[in-house]
């Protein structure tokens, strides 16, 4: 059997990736309540801050499951499966083309939020499926998912901790 779908042997990974999507999340939390004036002041931001929560939720999730002990690849895909899904469609709606701030250009918004919001969401699906197959890469596929969702969500929180004091 190939590590890809052979949970056990990801479990350091996973205590990894759910201690920093935990305090990454505190972080953020951290940075909205210092500046919540600021942030519920200007119209985009709250939704910018949903999706970095979001980014930031999926690999706590991503981790857990492969945490849980003895459970079968079968049901381990089906909630990576879930998870992307539920947190693509969830940053989806968030970043949508409307939710980008007046001053921020589309190339900007594409390259920096919306794409990688979407793989994050794509390759936790390909995660998943490959993994309830056992073929084409399983857990493989999430890792990348879950750097691309911890680095996008720090810019996210970085805004909202920095930027939003120029």
């Known amino acids: 059997m190939v590590a890809g779908y052979e949970s056990h042997l990801w479990f350091e990974f996973a205590v990894a990736i759910v201690g920093a999507a935990a305090v990454l999340s505190g972080l953020l939390f951290v940075a ?3 500046n919540i004036e600021r942030i519920m002041g200007i119209e985009t931001l709250p ?77 936790t699906v390909l995660g998943g499926i490959t993994l309830i197959a056992e073929r084409g890469g399983g857990l493989y596929w999430v890792a990348p998912a879950v750097v691309i969702a911890l680095l996008t969500g720090l810019a996210g929180a970085w805004v909202m901790l920095v930027e939003i004091l120029r």
């Open 47 to 123: 939704t910018r801050a949903a999706g970095t929560l979001v980014l930031f939720v999926i690999p706590l999730l991503i981790g857990t499951w492969i945490l849980i002990p003895e459970q079968s690849s079968t049901m381990l895909g089906a909630e990576q499966v879930a998870t992307g899904l539920l947190g693509g469609g969830l940053l989806l709606g968030l970043n949508r083309p409307s939710k980008r701030a007046e001053r921020e250009t589309r190339g900007v918004w594409l390259l920096g939020s919306y794409v990688p919001s979407m793989m994050v969401a794509l390759l």
């Open 32 to 34: 909205m309540s210092i």
